[in-house]
Every structure is written in C-alpha cells, then in structure tokens.
C-alpha cells in the first residue's frame, strides 16, 4: 500500500445518486469527532512524528484538515452565490510550514467543528439543482458542487487514516 493513499486516490463516483450525497454529506458530518478520536491520547513528541517518511508529522495533518476545509467551505459558498465563479488555490505545502501550523491541535480541531457545523446546514439547505452549479478551479478547470462533496468526503478519511495507519504501524 502507498502509505500516502491509505483509503486509495479519490475518484468521483461514476454515477452520482441522492444515496450517494447523503452518504457523503454524513461523511464529511462525520469527520472533526473521527479526527479527535484519531489523535486522541497522543503526546506531543507523537504528534511531532511524521505519519510517513518524509510527510507531513500528525500536527500539521491536523492543522492541514482545516485549513484545507476552510478553502473548501468557501468554494462552495461562492459556487452557490456567483455564476462560475474561479475559485483561488493555496500551496498547502507552504500553509502546512506557517507557525500556527506548530501550535496545540485543539484550536484546529475547534476550527474544524465550527467550519463542518455550518457545512452541514449547507449542504443539508441544497435543492438537488445546486450540485451541479459549477466553479472553476485554476488547476482542474471547470468542476461542480457534487466534486466538492466528494472530494471533501474523501479527504476528511484520506487524513484521518494517516493517523490512524501511523498508530497501526507504532503500536500506539
Ligand atoms: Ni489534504
């Protein structure tokens, strides 16, 4: 296994069904309690590990979720409200070496509460219409609101089980 892709590459679905979006949206409901489990009990020098060689250590993972789910909370707000409209990609690499990503987890994991709180009531506030508007990403191009769903469904557990694999692999 690619320890970078624990739960595999994201793909889209092949076809997208209200099933589907529901499971995703109770996925990405789901996400800031499986991060908290998934660090719970580690001690600073744990968090300070990274989840791979050469990656990311479990504290940046965890700032990264956020600042990752913010970009992505604002996309969608933008893609409900403005026709088409080009959304701004950020260098993650770059955020993920900022000083706040050395900080205690716990302000992140708030951050992320409150960023899938409101997600939630978006996402819940839909008409089955509104999945299909569409953004423009710099480097995909054209996408749609469903892609943000699936996406971020998939990113919430793509980063909870490099922790998770990490304490695996440690015995933690
Ligand atoms: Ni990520």
Redesign the pocket.
């Known amino acids: 296994m690619d320890p970078r892709y624990p739960v595999g590459k994201f793909a889209m679905p092949a076809e997208v069904t209200p099933a589907l979006r529901e499971a995703a949206i109770k996925d990405i409901a789901s996400t800031p309690a499986k991060m908290r489990a998934a660090v719970a009990g580690l001690t600073d020098a744990q968090l300070d590990t990274p989840y791979r060689e050469g990656g990311w250590t479990v504290r940046q993972v965890v700032h ?1 979720v956020p600042d ?1 789910h913010m970009n992505a909370f604002v996309r969608l707000k933008l893609a409900l409200t403005e026709e088409k409209p080009t959304i701004k990609a950020y260098d ?1 690499a770059a955020w993920a070496k900022l000083a706040d990503a050395e900080m205690p987890i716990e302000s992140s994991q708030v951050l992320l509460d409150s960023v899938h709180a409101r997600w939630d009531v978006l996402w819940h506030s839909m008409k089955p219409g509104d999945f299909y508007r569409v953004l423009v990403h710099p480097d995909h191009g054209e996408r749609t609101v469903d892609w943000i769903l699936f996406v971020y469904a998939w ?1 919430g557990k ?2 909870t089980a490099h922790i998770t694999e990490l304490r695996k692999q440690k015995g933690w």
Request: glycine fraction near 0%; charge should be negative; avoid cysteine.
């Open positions: 990264h990752s993650e990113h793509h980063h």
